[in-house]
């Protein structure tokens, strides 16, 4: 093999690497930490570099990607599963393992709240992902010659960050993508491409350039990832309970049109509460943990709820669901459920005992939930004390960083409470009736400091009014301060009557957007996870938190609560840098970002006036010449390209006679007498064709219109009658446009007159 060659597919190895991993770079607004990134890395310099190595000792297309795919999959069971593989080889475990990550990984990005923290699921579908598309990049760069048509392969992969992370662009890998983009198409020159200098790197600008200007502008003009929820998920108006059931759960709860989420009736005839999901990882805002469990079905028994000893009194109940304008895939079910039947589509159980629907709405579900209904006494609470078991120690701790006015509030309200089952009914009480908070979905939206992040919970704290993100989050981030478990479940209210009864005689209970709502779950060794209701005027009070039961105990007056101002931040400083839209996921603060019509109307203007420009393009690509092309294609195009510039072509006119009219143009460009070509030329047929594409051009076309079948057999490339070549044509289209100002040689690009004066024609 030539070691030319040989030098330039490492190169070009080089650069995929470089390309692939700085559109990778971008996503560090996405996921958390860089480790992934490293691992991410290697797997595509095992890739790469498998498939180059191979290439030192064949000229094969086709084998170094084989090799390559071979070199893919070791190196992904290295990194997921080694364990499972019989000396690198897979086996059945293997795929099983790799199928439980796939469906772990999915669950995990449709529950984490971005920047997501990159489980072993997540993991595995970055490098499966990054493999693939190495494999790809390198047999369109390299196998096939066509380096440009990587930039269709990592676009989606540099446009899709921003637009996860709702518009915010790390400009930096950007650039640094489209510089080694630039790279990858310098170092796929060939001798041949070599041949017209200067072309090829205007081409690598203009693609860089327009890669670089879509990532910057679509994220702007492309609707978030809430918007595409309401739509995608349940159909026009529903709930939506999507990639964070409480995104948009302010929205909801303010919504002028009170919609019906489900209906429900109980075995027992009494309502519940009906989660969606329980969020115990907080950052800067709440999301799901990582999923603990195995992946399992809807059609298998639910694991068994987390901590809850059989000590703790509990009754059966079963449920029987109609969801109606509830859209997403998260499953309104009670806590804890044991078994679901009846489900449309398959669903799998998720950390904290929430199922999730394989479909992407679950309107029109109707099914079956049988679960516990969990009862502890005051006295079980009490002798839990304050310890906090090592499975759950990690939603026990406090950020050093979150406002001074959390820790404080917290200290104070819980006094000198000695269990945590004390600590957590004084928190309670404190917001429902001790503390002088007030109930409003629109103050928080108003004031600007809408949401769930510490900042925010800080100055909830100070201006004691909200709704119950913030009464939810609140008691959550100040138990973890007194070293108590604590996560923020999300789901509904139990409803309201309908006074209709099922057909079983069974109460009907009616759920809607108005009954939207999020509470905290505080764990309690031996007990397991228990809610607490500390949003004032919203609904119900458990039985061993309220002061009417026997046994609970009588929190004693806060003392010393941080007066509002004293220790937190202001709401020009403490309040998020994005305001919150009300929800307590991603950059749930932002406010809605309405793209205007206006925006839509010029992109409608501008794309219909890129129309002529788009045929023109693709009429070019299909006539410039091929092996065994009729050279009539490439006249055509060529009287037409003229015709674009403003040429006076005459239909009428023999080829020599048009022939000439362009060469005499061609002439005064290299005379550098560019303005003489705002006037045609005479057609003299006297004036020698001197331009070698032209002369071949015409020779080709007159042999094919004019000369008997008996002259065109006796024809050969010796006699000076051969068609140019693509490249040879490419270049004499390009001179013909040095012939003109580059004003007109634009406008004959992006409105060419072959196509526009046709069609004013048409219309006048």
Excluded at 6 to 22: F, K, Q
Excluded at 34 to 57: H, K, N, Q, S
Aim: glycine share 8%; hydrophobic share 45%.
């Amino acid at each position: 093999m030539p070691e030319a060659k040989t030098r330039r597919d490492w190169r070009i190895s080089v650069a995929l690497l470089v390309v692939i991993m700085a559109a990778l770079g971008g996503w560090g607004g996405v996921l958390q930490d860089v480790f992934w990134w490293l691992i991410v890395l290697g797997e595509c310099m095992i890739v790469l570099g498998a498939a180059a190595a191979t290439r030192v000792f064949t000229e094969s297309r086709i084998l170094p990607s084989l090799v390559s795919i071979v070199a893919a999959v070791f190196a992904l069971e290295m990194v997921t599963v080694p364990t499972s593989t019989f000396f690198g080889i897979p086996t059945g475990d293997t795929l099983a393992a790799w199928s439980q990550l796939w469906f772990s990984g999915v669950a995990s990005i449709q529950a984490q709240a971005t920047p997501a923290v990159v489980d072993e699921g997540i993991l595995f579908l970055l490098c499966l992902g990054a493999a693939v598309l190495a494999l790809l990049a390198d047999l369109v760069a390299i196998a096939f010659r066509r380096a440009a048509g990587v930039g269709l392969l990592v676009l989606p992969l540099v446009l899709a960050a921003p637009a996860i992370g709702r518009g915010s662009v790390d400009v930096f890998w950007l650039v640094v993508t489209a510089l080694a983009f630039l790279y990858l198409l310098a170092s796929s020159h060939s001798v041949r491409e070599r041949a017209v200098p200067g072309r090829r790197a205007w081409d690598a600008a203009a693609i860089a350039a327009a890669a670089l200007v879509a990532a910057l502008v679509l994220p702007v003009l492309l609707p978030t990832p809430q918007q595409l929820s309401v739509t995608g998920a349940g159909g026009a108006g529903s709930i939506v309970n999507g990639v964070n059931p409480i995104i948009r759960l302010g929205d909801d709860l303010r919504r002028e049109d009170e919609r019906v989420a489900l209906t429900y009736s109980t075995e027992s005839g009494d309502q519940h509460y009906l989660r969606l999901m329980s969020l115990a990882v907080f950052g800067d805002n709440w999301s799901q943990q990582p999923n603990p469990i195995p992946v399992r079905g809807s059609d298998e028994p639910a694991p068994a709820p987390e901590g809850v000893s059989g000590d703790v009194p509990r009754s059966p109940e079963t449920s029987f669901i109609d969801v109606e304008q509830l859209g997403g895939s998260w499953l309104p079910i009670p806590y804890p459920a044991t078994t679901v039947d009846g489900l449309r589509n398959d669903a799998l159980w998720q950390a904290n005992l929430a199922l999730r629907s394989g479909s992407r709405s679950i309107q029109g579900e109707t099914f079956t939930v049988d679960s516990l209904v969990l009862e502890p006494t005051p006295e079980q609470l009490l002798a839990a004390g304050s310890s906090v078991p090592e499975a759950v120690d990690e939603f026990a701790v406090a950020d050093e960083a979150w406002p001074a006015i959390i820790r404080d509030t917290a200290a104070a309200v819980a006094g000198s409470a000695a269990t945590n089952y004390e600590k957590a009914v004084a928190l309670q009480q404190f917001f429902r009736s001790g503390g002088d908070f007030s109930y409003s979905e629109s103050a928080p939206v108003d004031e600007g400091y809408d949401g769930s992040g510490a900042e925010v919970i800080g100055v909830f704290l100070q201006e004691k009014s909200g709704y119950c993100v913030h009464f939810a989050s609140a008691m959550a981030l100040m138990a973890r301060t007194l070293r108590i478990p604590s996560r923020v479940a999300v789901g509904f209210l139990p409803g309201s009557s309908t006074g209709q009864r099922d057909d079983a005689g069974r109460p009907v209970w009616e759920v809607t957007s108005q009954q939207l709502h999020a509470w905290p779950e505080l764990f309690f060794e031996g007990i397991g996870w228990v809610p607490f209701e500390p949003t004032m005027s919203r609904g119900v009070l458990p039985s061993y938190s309220s002061g009417q039961t026997p046994g609970v105990p009588t929190p004693a007056a806060p003392s010393q609560v941080p007066s509002p101002g004293a220790t937190a931040p202001s709401s020009s400083s403490g309040a998020p840098e994005r305001p919150d839209a009300g929800g307590l996921g991603p950059d749930a603060a932002q406010p809605e970002r309405g793209v205007p019509w206006g925006v839509f109307v010029v992109l409608g203007v501008l794309l219909l006036l890129l129309v002529p420009a788009a045929v023109r393009a693709l009429q070019r690509l299909a006539r410039l010449p091929r092996r065994d092309a009729h050279p009539g294609l490439a006249w055509t195009e060529l009287l037409q390209s003229a015709e674009d510039l403003g040429v006076a072509v005459v239909g009428e006119n023999t080829p020599r006679e048009n022939a000439v009219l362009l060469q005499r143009l061609l002439d005064r460009a290299e005379e550098g007498s560019r303005s003489a070509a705002d006037a045609p030329p005479g057609s003299d047929s006297e004036h020698p064709v001197t331009d070698e594409a032209l002369a071949g051009l015409l020779a080709a076309v007159e042999r094919a219109n004019f000369a008997t079948p008996a002259a065109r057999a006796a024809s050969s490339p010796s006699q000076g009658a051969t068609a140019p070549s693509h490249r040879e044509m490419s270049a004499l289209l390009r001179r013909l446009r040095g012939a003109f100002p580059r004003g007109r040689r634009i406008r004959s690009v992006l409105w060419p007159h072959s196509i526009v004066g046709r069609v004013m024609k048409v219309i006048s």
